[in-house]
């Protein structure tokens, strides 16, 4: 019987060995599924803006564009806004300026370009308001304020990229130098840009990934898209996580397909994704049921 003993306990080993790679191979695909991005040090980029020149000046604006502004959000070819990279924005601003609905204070391109995003629902295109207002009141938020917080040069920059872009002359000057609020210490007219650090709160995460800009939570009301004060009581933790990695894979009610970025799982580390997660699953509940 002893040969016998021998052949079960070495199949039973097999068996364990077996289970052990499987649940290895399991947990390794799981793991190369979620965000890979491991947390940088800042990087410091100097701005010399005694040496800028126009074009220079116009680049920072395309970049601003599309990065901090988080202007591509919304206005994309989704049809949530105007599609301002398709757009000649210097005829759509002496259109806008001669239309007897306008209200506003501004009388040049420039000027309106700039109001446009100082103070968004002083004129709202027709068909893009918040839902309603009768295209009363703009649900774009405000660029010098949080969660976007433009500096004047940065919105100068955005003004010449969106004036030069189809080949119309740019007005805005370039900048001399920053006032104090603006300077970085002891760097002259320089200004210094660093890289954002991995966030450490799940409101720093919010803040850092423009989450403030489409979205109602900690604090913040945007009616762009789904109000999340509330998310945990439509879905689990594991729901929350895949609408942030697979925005499509489940559409919210009243909300179309495409709306949201699809780069985050690129863009977030483990832990930013972790602290957003657990912030919406667990403090957001706790919070709303203790108003109640």
């Known amino acids: 019987m002893k040969p016998i003993f021998h052949r079960q306990g070495g199949a039973v080993l097999l068996k364990v060995m077996l289970f052990s790679l499987g649940l290895t191979l399991v947990f390794t695909l799981i793991a190369n599924l979620l965000p890979q991005v491991e947390g940088e040090a800042a990087q410091e980029q100097e701005i ?42 210097v005829a759509i ?12 204070a501004a009388t040049s391109v420039q000027d309106y370009l700039r109001e446009s995003m100082l103070q968004p629902s002083v004129y709202v295109v027709k068909g893009f308001g918040q839902k309603g207002s009768n295209d009363t009141v703009s649900p774009m938020p405000v660029v010098n304020k949080a ?8 919105i100068d920059a955005v003004i010449a990229f969106m004036q030069a872009k189809d080949g119309n002359d740019v007005t805005v000057a370039l900048p001399q130098g920053l006032p104090a ?16 650090l991995p966030a450490e709160t799940a409101e720093q995460a919010f803040s850092k ?11 913040t009301t945007s009616p762009v898209g789904p109000e999340l004060n509330t998310i945990a009581s439509r879905l689990d933790k594991a729901q929350i996580r895949q609408s942030i990695l697979d925005p499509n894979a489940v559409i919210a009610e009243g909300f179309d397909a495409g709306m949201m970025p699809l780069d985050f799982a690129r863009k977030m580390t483990i832990s930013e994704l972790d602290l957003v997660v657990n912030y919406l699953a667990a403090e957001a509940a706790a919070s709303q049921s203790g108003g109640q």
Do not use: W
């Open 181 to 196: 609020s603006e300077a970085a210490p002891a760097a002259g007219a320089k200004q210094a840009v660093v890289a954002a």
């Open 93 to 104: 601003a002496k259109e806008h300026l001669a239309d007897e609905t306008y209200q506003g």
């Open 209 to 219: 990934f423009s989450c403030t800009a489409c979205h109602s939570v900690a604090g």
């Open 147 to 154: 969660p976007i917080q433009l500096t004047d040069v940065e």
């Open 48 to 89: 010399d803006l005694g040496a800028l020149t126009m074009d220079g000046f116009v680049s920072l604006g395309e970049t601003l564009f599309s990065g901090k502004g988080t202007c591509t959000l919304c206005h994309n070819s989704m049809g949530r806004a105007p599609d301002i990279l398709q757009l000649d924005m």
